[in-house]
Each structure stands twice: as C-alpha cells, then as structure tokens.
C-alpha cells in the first residue's frame, strides 16, 4: 500500500473512532470528503472499501461490544470484502474483453477498407452480382469513370440491364447469362465510351451463403489497335526488304539502259527525235531518284555525320524550295536565329527540309497565296527546325500513322517523303512533333543537342 494510501487510511480511521465516539453529523461529512477526494485521486472502489473495512475492525477492537457480535461484523465484513473483490475481477475481464473488441473492430475496419481500396484500383471494370438475385453489389472505380456513371446508380441493377448498360451484342450477352464457369470472352461493345473490350467471367463460391459472379472488363482497344499496327508494319517490313533488293538489281539494268540511251540520242539519224531521247533519259532519271529515296530508308544505315550549321543548310537549299513555290504562287519565308553547329550529314538534311518543305506547299495547293516558313531556334537543349504552312492540317487518323512507309492522301503521292524523314532524324538523334489544325501544320524537328554531338 502507498504512503498517501496509509495516510488516508489514518486519517480515515481516526474520523471513524470521532464518529464513534459521538462526532456526530460534522464528522461524518469529513470523512465523506475524504473519500470523495480519494476517488478523485484515482483510488479504486476496492481500496476504498478496504479503507472502510480496516477502519471498521480498527474502531470495533475499541468498542464495548461482545466478543461475538464483534467476531459477527468481522466475518460479515470479510465476507463483503471477499464479493468485492470478485466483483472488480469481473469487472476488470470485462473492460479486458471491451478492449479486445475495439482492437478487433479496428482491424476488421482497416482490412475491410484495404480490400476497398484494392478493388479500387484494379485496372479493369470490377462488377460482383449476386447469383441468385443476379443484382449488382459491388463495383469499382474503374468501371465507373469508363461508363460515367456513380456507383450507386447502377448498385442494386440486375445483370441484363447491365450488360445493356455496357453496349454488348446479343451474342455475348446470351454466352454470359448461361456462363456456368470460368471463361473469358473479347467482342466490341456498341457503346460510344469503349472499343474492344476482353471480359472475364467467374463464379465465387463464398463460405458466407453469399454466391457471387463476377464479371471483369478490360478496354483493349489500344492494345488490338497496336497489335493490328505491328502486324501492318511486320509485313510492310518484308515488302520495304523485298524491294530494296530489287531496288538495287533495277539500278544496274538501267544504267546500262541510260548508257545506251544517250549514246544513241548523240547519232545523226536520231537527230530529229533528240527531244524523244531527252525524255526518255529524264524519266529514267526520275525512277533512279525514286529508287534512291526509297534505298535511304534502309534503317540502322551509317552516315558521315560533320560538325556544321543548320542554317547555311537551309540557305543552300531555300533557292530550290523557293523555285517549287513560286510555281503554285506561293512563296516561303526564312526566320533563322544563331543556333550552335551540329554534327550533320549534309544530304540528309537536305533531303529532309525538301521534304518536308514539298509536303508543307502541297497541302497549300488550293490556296490562291500561301506562305511557308523555315525557321531554326534554340529551345534550351535543341535546336529545332520548324517547316510552317497554312494548309488544311492533317486528319487525326493520318496523324497518328504518320511516318508509316507508303502512307499518302494524294492522288500522285508515294508516302515514302515522311518515312524518310522520320529515319533521318532518327539518324541525326533528333526527334519529330506535329502541330496541326485546320489552319495549318507546323512540323518540328528537334536536335537535342547532348545527344547530337555524341555522334553515332
Ligand atoms: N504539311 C502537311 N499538311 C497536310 N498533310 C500532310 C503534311 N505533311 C504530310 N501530310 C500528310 O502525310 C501524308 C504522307 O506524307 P509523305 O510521307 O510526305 O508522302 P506524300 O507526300 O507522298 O503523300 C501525306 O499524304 C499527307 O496526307
Ligand atoms: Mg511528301
């Protein structure tokens, strides 16, 4: 027992033995406070009960009453005592098992928001029903924001409506209203928001009574989109290596051809047809070029790659785009900054800015004046070249398949101009961005300049 323990308890005692002894009323009030401070300083009921008890035996030893009856209160007083104690051994199991209980809820409360968050974030349209009802007790997040709607609208729907709600065709909604098992399924869905989509279908047997079927649904439209690409380029791969095999054997036949030809044009007898050799050679010439643009795609190709500026690139070849302007009445502007000298191959280059210069005046045809602008700037560790012209823009669908070999919109066109732009750049660790609206597209080719001069 603790000192202020047994000073309470003398304290107490001797306000017992006042009362006793004839204290009366004011007596009994003090040692009422007594107790009531005691409590206040968090002496438990037990003690304070032992208090009373050890205090009652101490004033019964001096009290002239029959050994007996004294011997009466004290079994009587130990027997309370005794209750007591169970009493607060009871009570102590049972804030025990409180505490538990709390301890238990928290952790039930923290799982069950775990798995609440966990179903959040599954990346795929989560939507548990319940099998026998076939209604709708929970879904996700994700499955939400691709249907736009709020996960209590829908909780509660039957699974038909659902379906419904996702856009499936007959087909797929008859296979998952007989589904007795697992098994996945991929179809196009009607509705606006998704494409393709991949679902999958399977039973929960749950050990609370509680039989669930859970459909998940994944948007694979991006991935069938891609795969569909890779397979395009698989093959074109092939052909684009077919052909410049051939390429290669073409050239040889028709430089013989070439030869002969000109030798000919040079006889006196062929002197009225000169005109005849004249294009006949041209036009040879013009399927060489061809042949040539086409070889250049060739990947991984080494070039000589020399420290020089982009600009005096530019100037040599603005004459010529100049020229090819002028024939559609447009016209084209410079605007070149001082920009730090790059490690370029000259031809490339060339041929890029044509490129893309003939594309830009292409897509200004129907314009009766048309301007197309070249400019070259720093933008903080590039060097960009921008080709500018105020042409129609490109469609997104062309967008996003730009660079893909033989993709044209043009009656005459070869879709190879962009291709080749795209392995140049590439080349010269540059990279191309497309800025396009109807009022005109702006392609930029930016050299990181780190990069650029590490050199290949
Ligand atoms: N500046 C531009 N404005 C509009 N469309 C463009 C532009 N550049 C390229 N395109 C689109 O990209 C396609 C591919 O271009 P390209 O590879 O140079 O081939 P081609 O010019 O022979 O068609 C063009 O047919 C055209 O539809
Ligand atoms: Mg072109």
């Known amino acids: 027992m603790s000192d202020s323990l047994c000073e309470l308890k003398e304290q107490y005692a001797s306000l017992l033995r006042e009362y006793l002894a004839g204290g009366g009323e004011a007596v009994l009030l003090q040692a009422q406070a007594l107790g009531h401070a005691a409590v206040a300083k968090g002496v438990g009921a037990l003690q ?4 009373h008890h050890q205090a009652l035996l101490t004033a019964l030893k001096r009290m002239p009453v029959s050994p007996e009856i004294t011997q009466m209160i004290k079994l009587f007083t130990d027997f309370f005592m005794e209750n007591l104690s169970i009493f607060e051994m009871i009570e102590r199991g049972y804030l025990e098992a409180n505490a538990r209980l709390t301890h238990l809820g928290k952790i039930l409360d923290y799982n069950q928001r775990f798995v609440n968050d966990i179903v959040a974030a599954v990346p795929a349209g989560l939507l548990v029903f319940n099998r026998r009802t076939a209604e709708l007790i929970i879904t996700n997040k994700t499955f939400c924001e691709k249907f736009r709607v709020e996960a209590g609208e829908v909780t509660g729907k039957s699974l038909p409506d659902i379906l419904d709600l996702i856009g499936l065709p007959a087909v797929a909604k008859t296979a998952i209203l007989t589904s007795k098992g697992f098994f996945g399924l991929e179809c196009w869905s009607n509705s606006q928001r998704v494409g393709k989509l991949l679902l999958k279908i399977s039973m929960i047997n749950g050990r609370l009574e509680q039989e669930a079927f859970l459909l998940m649904i994944e948007d694979i439209t991006e991935r069938w989109k891609l ?3 890779m397979a395009r380029l698989e093959r074109l791969n092939l052909i684009g290596e077919m052909a410049a095999g051939i ?7 028709m430089t013989t051809v070439r030869g002969f030809l000109q030798l000919l044009a040079n006889k006196k007898e062929y002197s009225q047809d000169k005109e005849f050799f004249t294009l006949m050679l041209e036009e040879l010439d013009r399927v060489n070029d061809i042949i040539s643009e086409f070889l250049s795609l060739a990947r991984n190709r080494a070039v000589e790659l020399k420290a020089q500026n982009l600009n005096d690139i530019v100037k040599a070849i603005y004459p010529l785009i100049q020229a090819d302007a002028m024939r559609a009445d447009n016209y084209c502007d410079l605007e070149l900054e001082d920009v730090p000298d ?3 191959n000259e031809k490339e280059i060339r041929q890029l800015i044509l490129n893309l210069a003939r594309n830009g005046l292409e897509a200004m045809s129907h314009l009766s004046v048309g301007k197309l602008t070249i400019r070259t700037y720093r933008d903080e560790n590039e060097v960009v070249l921008a080709v500018q012209d105020q042409g129609k823009g490109i469609e997104p669908h062309i967008l996003e398949r ?3 070999p033989f993709l044209t919109t043009k009656e005459n066109g070869t879709g190879i101009g ?4 795209y392995s140049i750049a590439n080349r010269h660790k540059a990279r191309i961005a497309v800025d396009t609206s109807s009022s005109g597209t702006t ?8 990069k650029n001069l590490e050199g290949t």
Do not use: K, W
């Open 402 to 404: 730009l660079g893909t």
């Open 247 to 253: 390429g290669h054997e073409i050239r040889n036949p």
């Open 443 to 450: 392609v930029f080719v930016r050299f990181n300049l780190a």
């Open 48 to 51: 304070i009960a032992e208090i």
């Open 227 to 229: 795969e569909q690409e």
């Open 418 to 421: 962009l291709s080749v732009c």
């Open 342 to 344: 790059l490690l370029l």
